[in-house]
């Protein structure tokens, strides 16, 4: 049974910074592409940022392109998620995935996890 578990969230001030975590089991890690998404009350899911499952290219969304960072351990089967500069509107909730094939643009999960919850103070 694959399971993906989020930690990290929690409540930051604008301008701050937190590190997202997501666990990975039931799966082979590094056959899987892994990313996070966020969604606010109201909105649409959104694409956050993804990672190859091997060499580590990343891609991006456009809202947080040089705010936020994308890695993985292959090690700990754990991919993180690092957010700097947070915005007020960066208060969602986060969601890791991990998708078998990579695309251009957001990946295409095939497994997600429950989420973690993300509030920015302003």
């Known amino acids: 049974q694959v399971q993906l578990v989020e930690s990290g969230g929690g409540l930051v001030q604008a301008g701050g910074s937190l590190r997202l975590s997501c666990a990975a089991s039931?799966?082979?890690?590094?056959?899987?592409?892994m990313g996070w998404f966020r969604q606010a009350p109201g909105k649409e899911r959104e694409f956050v940022a993804a990672?190859?499952?091997?060499?580590?290219?990343?891609n991006y969304g456009d809202s947080v392109k040089g705010r936020f960072a994308i890695s993985r351990d292959n090690v700990k089967n754990t991919v993180y998620l690092q957010m700097n500069s947070l915005k007020p509107e960066d208060a969602a909730v986060y969601y890791c995935?991990?998708?078998?094939?990579?695309?251009?643009?957001?990946?295409?999960?095939?497994?997600w996890g429950q989420g973690a919850q993300v509030t920015v103070s302003s």
């Open positions: 995935a991990a998708a078998a094939d990579w695309v251009t643009g957001p990946i295409r999960p095939d497994y």
């Open positions: 990672i190859r499952r091997i060499g580590g290219h990343t």
């Open positions: 039931g799966l082979t890690f590094t056959s899987y592409h």
